[in-house]
């Protein structure tokens, strides 16, 4: 697709925002990792700071180090010898201390983790980065935050876009399977998020932004019509694939947030991954959590439809009971728990004034509520789709126990003061009933 036309244009929106990009260059083709070299003269760089694993280094590192030298460009590395590189303080502390200040940008090679350091890292010392893909794995290459853990809970900080976002087939098309359809699953969780997203403008009031929501949709659309190229590890799908992983991200950076490509099913997805570690066990890609995650949420909204709510009995619902809340907030989130009180005292998500407001609003717009309601599809519709590109659908596939599940459902939302299915069902006091009845129905 041409981004060129989006990257080089403002809009003026219907949302009374103008958004821009940030982001010059975005080479998605054959041999864009050769072009990396005259894009750094052009953006007036001399020495690069490069940061990868030992994976990604052996795909695209030592390639364009071989680049680099032919041009004469000097440059600094540094290569994770983590066995599984987890995104936390330790990680960024060892870019700190190999760090040569005498960089003048810093190029991440690799996909989500790598990204995510490389974004937070390059804000942090106040230098622009370049991103060197080497999955379509995930949909952040292009978005403005890097959710990294600290203190043991998943933490999303402001950062920004990248300068440059490269994409050499030669590279992505070659990434490992389960990678590829981990990329398929994080556009898929676009039909929960985008719901959540909407529930919260009609119940709280949210910015709502109708053109990066159909820049998203657009994104799930464009993967939606890849799923055959892709299982058959078609060279231009993938290709494909990863324009539509960048273009959600672009819609992430018009918010300023990741609102148009996160919701709930991040939210299960980021309590798994903060568990696996506490417990640990090998982590389970960003993206194939999503999918899975995105199947349970959309149970969830299916149940949400079948409860035949109307306004008379919304209006009859109180608050639930919050006696227990610190000590389940200690047992379930562990060494994070404190920072998940913490967040509670800060925002008040659960606080008695606030379920009372959002009871009110939700039983003024319960038509409109219904309507959003309607706009996910049945769970099997999602399930199909991910077995099209052979991605697991079931939690059990990836080591997910059902009392994972059932804990994620109920607690989940605490990591996050957004709002999606998973506080709305919380307010209407039926969240425990539907983690008991997802774990009991459902092939998990």
């Known amino acids: 697709m041409n981004f060129a036309s989006i990257l080089e244009q403002s809009v003026e929106c219907t949302c009374g925002r103008t958004h821009s990009v940030q982001i010059d260059t975005v080479e998605i083709d054959a041999g864009a990792l050769k072009k990396v070299p005259t894009i750094l003269k052009r953006d007036g760089y001399m020495r690069p700071f490069l ?5 990604t280094y052996e795909v695209a590192g030592k390639q364009l180090v071989t680049y680099l030298e032919e041009e004469g460009i000097n440059y600094s590395v540094f290569v994770y010898e983590d066995q599984e590189l987890i995104p936390n303080e330790q990680a960024v502390g060892k870019l700190l201390l190999n760090f040569n200040t005498e960089c003048d940008v810093v190029i991440g090679i690799g996909s989500g983790t790598i990204n995510d350091l490389s974004r937070f890292f390059s804000h942090q010392v106040g230098l622009r980065y370049y991103i060197v893909a080497t ?32 994409g050499d087939l030669e590279v992505i098309s070659r990434a490992p399977k389960d990678m590829i359809a981990a990329g398929f699953g994080d ?13 919260s403008a009609l119940i709280n009031g ?16 464009r993967t939606i019509d890849l799923k055959e190229g892709i299982s058959n590890g078609d060279y231009e799908a993938i290709g494909e694939l990863m324009e539509a992983l960048v273009l959600a991200g672009i819609a992430m950076s018009y918010v300023g947030n990741s609102r148009p490509a996160s919701g709930s099913e991040h939210h299960l997805s980021h309590f798994w991954e903060m ?45 639930p009971n919050m006696d227990d809340w610190k000590d389940e907030m200690n047992r379930v989130f562990l060494g994070a728990a404190s920072e998940v009180i913490s967040l509670e005292e800060r925002v008040g998500k659960n606080a008695a004034s606030g379920h009372q407001a959002r009871i009110a609003a939700m ?3 319960w038509r409109d509520i219904e309507a959003v309601l309607n ?18 659908v079931f939690a059990s596939q990836v080591g997910i126990s059902e009392e994972l599940i059932q804990e994620a459902i109920l607690y989940a939302k605490e990591i996050r003061p957004r709002y999606t299915i998973l506080q709305l069902l919380w307010d209407l006091d039926v969240l425990p009933a539907y983690a008991t009845r997802i774990v009991k129905e459902c092939d998990n």
């Open 375 to 392: 706009t996910v599809p049945e769970p099997q519709v999602i399930i199909s789709l991910l077995k099209s590109v052979q991605a697991p």
């Open 275 to 319: 568990r696996f570690i506490f417990e640990g066990k090998n982590p389970v890609l960003h993206g194939t959590k999503v999918g899975i995650a995105t199947v349970l949420v959309a149970r969830l909204y299916q149940y949400l439809k079948e409860e035949g709510l109307d306004a008379v009995a919304i209006e009859k619902i109180t608050r």
């Open 135 to 166: 999955a379509p794995s995930m949909d952040g290459y292009a978005s403005t935050v890097a959710p990294l853990i600290r203190n043991s809970l998943k933490t999303t900080f402001e950062c920004q876009m990248p300068q440059a976002i490269i």
């Open 51 to 55: 940061i990868a694993d030992q994976k």
């Open 363 to 365: 039983a003024k717009n």
């Open 187 to 199: 556009v898929i969780g676009k039909y929960t998020c985008l719901a959540d997203w909407k529930l």
């Open 206 to 221: 949210e910015y709502y932004c109708e053109t990066a929501a159909r820049m998203t949709l657009d994104s799930l659309q």
